[in-house]
């Protein structure tokens, strides 16, 4: 394969190993998919409905931006496999009689490659790396209870002296039971295309809807997450061709029988994300979460460990919410990754005010 080639197939073949192995190698600009919070990381890769202030998750779903993250500034880092790592920074701006905004840049930095011609010539080293700028609005419609919101990404990616850039649009709407503790939310991801393409076509990006719904029951200190995935795709099986399935039995060559209804709930489980958040205390969370289609794909057969499973804690000390989550994907390795979020408001001197004379 010549260097060109290897470039364009690069990114989406990496990160669909990391990601969503059985729709990795379709679209370009993969890396919009990367779980850049490290509490969606700890539940499982995906959080829809979590909204409490957190500026961190507003990427993920933009109504989930509020008016308590006015003068908000998050960030993120990952420490990923090899030498890749990425991380997300953000601020959110309240503004009156408009709704909230949020300014923010996504990054993934591949790190520094060896040159090479097709019979292993070296020349030097290339770098490669992607970003995505974005903007994002909410309002809320009708009462506080529901909102809706957008994300404008503009998107650019440099492999080696090749370029790209395109822009996408997420959309979002959320709708919060306070009485029952539910809140529900659905999510339009990377509706756009690539302006520029690497070589003479464009790529498809990664396209996607996805619902979520949470539970947290009055006067019990856990909340329920659930996320269900590629809403507009019903069979996201992905068959290895270098290790297919057996389809009859290696002694006897006799047919081996899938029963159907282990078939269609392999097929349901591969959209579904679980987490679960303790709050320990108003400043202390642990978390955890599950991620089916992750292990299912990415599991080796005679060591399965812990791959699709995450965890994670939080936790505010003075006016900083700091958050860690590992990731496991493989045997080869897990994510780390850290998120720090703070209110800038809080470290505003108070207005002295003078006593009134007498």
Same mark, same amino acid.
């Not at 003479?200 to 809807?209: A, W, Y």
């Not at 949470?214 to 856990?222: A, E, G, I, L, N």
């Not at 320990?280 to 990415?298: C, D, P, S």
């Given at each position: 394969?010549?260097?060109? /080639?290897?470039?364009?197939?690069?990114?989406?073949?990496?990160l669909?190993?990391?990601?969503?192995?059985?729709?990795?190698?379709?679209?370009? *600009?993969?890396?919009? @998919?990367?779980?850049?919070?490290?509490?969606?990381?700890?539940l499982?890769? @995906?959080?829809?409905?979590?909204?409490?202030?957190?500026? +961190?998750?507003?990427?993920? @779903?933009p109504?989930?931006?509020?008016?308590?993250?006015?003068?908000?500034?998050?960030l993120?880092?990952?420490?990923?496999f090899?030498d890749? +790592?990425?991380?997300?920074? &953000? *601020?959110?701006?309240? %503004?009156?009689?408009? $709704?909230?905004f949020?300014?923010?840049?996504?990054?993934?930095?591949y790190g520094?490659?060896?040159? &090479?011609?097709?019979?292993g010539i070296?020349?030097?080293?290339?770098? &490669?790396?992607?970003?995505?700028?974005?903007?994002?609005y909410?309002h809320?419609?009708?009462?506080?209870?529901?909102?809706? $919101?957008?994300?404008?990404?503009?998107i650019?990616?440099?492999?080696?002296?090749?370029?790209?850039?395109g822009?996408?649009?997420?959309?979002?709407?959320?709708?919060?039971?306070?009485?029952?503790?539910?809140?529900?939310?659905?999510?339009?991801?990377? !509706?756009?295309?690539?302006?520029? &393409?690497?070589?003479d076509v +464009?790529?498809?990006?990664?396209?996607?809807?996805?619902?979520?719904?949470?539970?947290?029951?009055k006067?019990?200190?856990?909340?329920?997450?659930l996320?269900?995935?590629?809403?507009?795709?019903?069979?996201?099986?992905?068959?290895?061709?270098?290790?297919?399935p057996?389809?009859?039995?290696?002694?006897?060559?006799e047919p081996?029988?899938? /029963? /159907?209804? /282990?078939?269609?709930?392999d097929k349901?489980m591969?959209?579904?994300?679980?987490? $679960?958040?303790?709050?320990i205390?108003? +400043?202390?969370?642990?978390? !955890?979460?599950?991620?089916?289609?992750?292990?299912?794909?990415?599991?080796?057969?005679?060591?399965? $460990?812990?791959?699709? %499973?995450?965890?994670? %804690?939080?936790?505010?000390? *003075?006016?900083?919410?700091?958050?860690? !989550?590992? !990731?496991?994907y493989?045997?080869?390795?897990?994510?780390? @990754?850290? =998120?720090?979020s703070?209110?800038?408001? =809080?470290f505003?001197?108070?207005?002295?005010?003078s006593?009134?004379?007498?």
């Amino acid at each position: 394969m010549n260097v060109k /080639k290897l470039l364009l197939l690069f990114p989406s073949l990496f990160l669909a190993y990391a990601g969503n192995a059985q729709m990795g190698g379709n679209n370009t *600009y993969e890396f919009l @998919n990367l779980p850049i919070s490290a509490r969606v990381s700890a539940l499982g890769g @995906n959080l829809l409905t979590a909204r409490d202030g957190d500026l +961190n998750v507003a990427l993920v @779903n933009p109504s989930l931006l509020t008016d308590s993250m006015d003068n908000n500034l998050a960030l993120s880092y990952i420490n990923y496999f090899s030498d890749v +790592n990425y991380g997300y920074v &953000a *601020y959110a701006k309240k %503004f009156k009689k408009l $709704g909230v905004f949020s300014a923010g840049l996504q990054y993934l930095d591949y790190g520094k490659f060896i040159r &090479a011609d097709e019979i292993g010539i070296q020349d030097g080293t290339f770098s &490669a790396n992607e970003m995505s700028f974005n903007i994002s609005y909410a309002h809320s419609i009708l009462d506080t209870n529901f909102t809706v $919101g957008a994300t404008l990404k503009t998107i650019y990616s440099h492999l080696e002296s090749y370029t790209s850039y395109g822009s996408a649009l997420d959309l979002g709407a959320t709708y919060i039971y306070p009485k029952r503790g539910l809140t529900a939310a659905v999510v339009i991801k990377n !509706a756009g295309r690539q302006w520029k &393409a690497y070589a003479d076509v +464009n790529e498809k990006l990664p396209f996607e809807i996805q619902a979520g719904v949470s539970m947290k029951p009055k006067h019990v200190p856990f909340r329920l997450s659930l996320v269900y995935e590629n809403v507009e795709k019903w069979d996201l099986t992905y068959i290895d061709p270098a290790n297919p399935p057996l389809t009859e039995d290696p002694l006897t060559g006799e047919p081996i029988k899938q /029963k /159907k209804y /282990k078939v269609q709930g392999d097929k349901l489980m591969r959209h579904l994300v679980i987490g $679960g958040e303790f709050i320990i205390t108003k +400043n202390f969370f642990l978390r !955890a979460g599950y991620n089916y289609q992750h292990r299912k794909e990415l599991k080796v057969d005679y060591k399965r $460990g812990m791959t699709g %499973f995450s965890f994670g %804690f939080g936790f505010r000390v *003075y006016k900083f919410h700091f958050s860690y !989550a590992r !990731a496991s994907y493989h045997l080869a390795g897990a994510s780390n @990754n850290f =998120s720090l979020s703070f209110d800038l408001n =809080s470290f505003a001197k108070k207005k002295f005010t003078s006593p009134a004379n007498p």
